[in-house]
Structure formats: structure tokens, C-alpha cells
């Protein structure tokens, strides 16, 4: 059973903590659902299994995977002792959104009692949009937050609103940045105004400032612009920016924009932001052969079309303890100069390309959509 807390994080004195702090563990979902994943998910699972390995070199991984695919997800992780598999059902693998949102709390005592240093955020979800999302049936997703939860005995606090976890990121200094196109999308939302959107992220997340980008990437429709793909922090007053040189890229406009906003914000600690222009791969689209490979039995679910643009961006990385796991398109420039960015804004850590993360991208995310970190429980010092 998990345990329900009542109330607001930030009244007890919670807080999402940045990426980079450490973690205990880091959740994935196993990809098997055929109208979104081609040839039955054969690829997407294989790219999977590679980045959880990846990752399990840094710390340890757990799996999640239906009953169905069970054996097969073990076989394939059988040399890997840092990955841990589990039975758990879902609609689909993406765990940055349809996972908990963890918080911390710097302090053992709470009114003079002990309490739980980790806890989760249980959002609601509704597949990036209800009737306009990318399926029809989402009834597994949301019990995936509070079965993580209960698996580690964490609690849980539950919310209405509807947010999924890539929409969001923060400096764990009391900043957030994220995008209107997605928190402020009707498909989300429609009651509830920017400023009470505000309020909650400030009230579960604990805290002070949220940084408002109009627009996501180009092409990023599945989320309708999630942040994650198009900006995040690498350490306070510093964030990664998605960038085009291409004056005639649909992008440019939203980067040059983003890089307006940016430039003329303050965190929340009154740091000015340093912007670092990471640029996209590309541009990218899907093939015929690819499109071809994916079964339409979800006559709601979102299709996929050969020609379509893929939301393809290197900003989308995951921050493992000591490790950087972010994908490789198979864009030799843009590859390498990723990697060079990456390995210079995190010099302590060691940055890994997953070659293929295309194969995700075909299906509508990458590796930070994929994952969920769940953080350590934070040392005190009582000096």
C-alpha cells in the first residue's frame, strides 16, 4: 500500500531536486505497444535495453515490463547486475511523464516527528491531450506513479491537475522553466489560469519562480512542446538551449525566441541566465519503410506518416550519477558537437551518445522521456 499525504509538498518543506543530485535509482518502461512502436516494438526495445544499460553503469536501473514481455526483457539485461526487472502493466513506456514527480526535503524532522526525506508527485494524465492525445486508453498509465510508489514504500501526493514530468525542469534552487504551448494548452487545463498553474508547480515543487518559454520545439506535436525537449538546466543560471543556424528552419524562429526570453530573465536567486546554444541534428523525417512498419490497431491513437518532421534534439539527455546518456542521431556534425557541448558543461561527468535514439524519436520522445530518476535520500549535516 502507499501512503497518501495530504496538503502541498512545499508546506512540508519538499522540493524537486535538481537532475543532477544524486540518485538512487533511475526508472524505465519496456515499448510494446505495435500502432506506436514498428515492428512490434523490436527496435524501440532494443534501444531501450541500450540505454538501461548505459545507465546501470552509473546506478542502478529498474525495468518495468509487462507480463508478456517479462522473459524476454531479463534476457536481454541477464549481464547486467545493475538492472533490475519488474512486472508492471502500462499503455506505454514513458516514464518521464506517466511516473512520479520525486521530491525531497532537506531536513529528518517534521513539527518535531521523523518523515520521509523522498516522496512522490502523483499528476494526473490524459495522453498528452484526452481526445487530442496519442491514444485512447490511458487507464494503466496513471496507477504507474503509485505502484512506483508503493513499490519503494515512498508516499505519495496526490494532484487533479494534469502535467507530465517532461514538461517541467528545474535547478532545485527554486526555479522552473517550462513552456505555454504545453501548460497552458487547452487540452490540458482549460479551467485553470496561468497564474493558478503557477501557483501549484510553485506549491508541489517547491519553488519560487517559473520561467515561461512560448513554444517547445518544432514538431514536438505528440507533447505539444514539452520543455525537455527544447531547454533545461545544467546547473544553476545555465540551461542548454536547442539551436538552428538555419535562418529558414521553422525552428529558428522558436529558438531565437526562447533566447530573447532567456536572456532577460532572472532566476530565482537573481542570477542572470547563461544561455549555451545546442544545436539540433538534421532536420529529420521519417521514412516510408519506418512508417510502414507500424500497425494501426488503435484507430485513435496518433499516426505515424512517412515524411513526418521528427522532434529530434540533443537537449533531450538524461543526467545519470557521473554520466550523461544522451542520443546520437546519426548526424556526424551535429553528433559530434553535441558530444563536445555536453562533455564541456558537465566536465564530471562522462558523456555517453546512444547510437540509433532515432529509433525513440520515430515513436515520439527520447531518452529524458523514457526515464525518471528517483533521487537519494539527502544527507544531513547536523554540524
Not at 349 to 373: D, F, P, S, W, Y
Request: net charge negative; glycine share 8%; hydrophobic share 35%.
Amino acid at each position: 500500500m502507499v501512503v497518501d499525504f495530504k496538503g502541498k509538498p512545499a508546506f512540508f518543506g519538499y522540493r524537486m531536486p535538481a537532475e543532477w543530485e544524486p540518485h538512487q535509482q533511475c526508472w524505465i518502461g519496456w515499448p510494446e505497444r505495435p500502432d506506436n512502436w514498428r515492428e512490434d516494438a523490436y527496435y524501440g526495445q532494443r534501444l531501450y535495453a541500450n540505454v538501461a544499460s548505459a545507465i546501470s553503469e552509473f546506478e542502478p536501473v529498474t525495468l518495468c515490463v509487462s507480463a508478456s514481455q517479462y522473459t524476454k526483457a531479463v534476457d536481454l539485461h541477464k549481464d547486467k547486475p545493475n538492472v533490475r526487472v519488474v512486472e508492471m502493466s502500462m499503455n506505454d513506456a514513458w516514464f518521464r511523464d506517466i511516473g512520479p514527480t520525486f521530491v525531497i526535503s532537506d531536513s529528518q524532522m517534521q513539527s518535531g516527528h521523523p518523515k520521509y526525506q523522498v516522496a512522490g508527485i502523483d499528476w494526473n494524465f490524459n495522453s498528452w491531450g484526452g481526445s487530442d492525445g496519442c491514444y485512447s486508453d490511458w487507464s494503466l498509465d496513471i496507477l504507474v506513479a503509485r505502484k512506483i510508489l508503493s513499490l519503494e514504500r515512498l508516499p505519495r501526493f496526490s494532484h487533479q491537475m494534469i502535467l507530465e514530468g517532461g514538461s517541467i525542469h528545474v535547478d532545485g534552487e527554486g526555479t522552473c522553466i517550462t513552456t505555454e504551448e504545453c501548460l497552458l494548452n487547452p487540452n490540458r487545463n482549460p479551467k485553470m489560469t496561468k497564474e493558478e498553474i503557477e501557483n501549484e508547480l510553485k506549491m508541489y515543487l517547491g519553488v519560487k519562480k517559473v520561467i515561461w518559454l512560448p513554444r517547445g520545439l518544432y514538431g514536438d506535436d505528440d507533447t505539444n512542446g514539452h520543455i525537455d525537449n527544447m531547454c533545461c538546466f545544467v546547473k544553476p543560471g545555465s540551461v542548454l538551449l536547442a539551436w538552428t543556424d538555419d535562418e529558414k528552419d521553422p525552428q529558428y524562429e522558436r529558438s531565437i525566441e526562447a533566447l530573447s526570453i532567456l536572456s532577460n530573465t532572472k532566476d530565482a536567486n537573481n542570477r542572470k541566465i547563461d544561455v549555451i546554444k545546442l544545436h539540433v541534428p538534421g532536420p529529420l523525417y521519417m521514412t516510408e519503410e519506418e512508417a510502414n512498419g507500424i500497425r494501426n490497431l488503435d484507430e485513435n491513437a496518433k499516426p505515424r506518416l512517412a515524411g513526418t518532421r521528427l522532434a529530434a534534439s540533443y537537449i533531450n539527455f538524461y543526467i545519470a550519477n557521473g554520466g550523461i546518456i544522451a542520443p546520437a542521431f546519426g548526424d556526424e556534425k551535429w553528433d559530434k558537437e553535441a558530444f563536445h557541448i555536453l562533455s564541456s558543461v558537465f566536465p564530471d561527468h562522462k558523456v555517453v551518445m546512444i547510437q540509433g535514439a532515432r529509433e525513440i524519436c520515430l515513436a515520439g520522445g527520447n531518452i529524458h522521456c523514457i526515464t525518471q530518476q528517483q533521487p537519494a535520500i539527502p544527507q544531513i549535516n547536523n554540524n
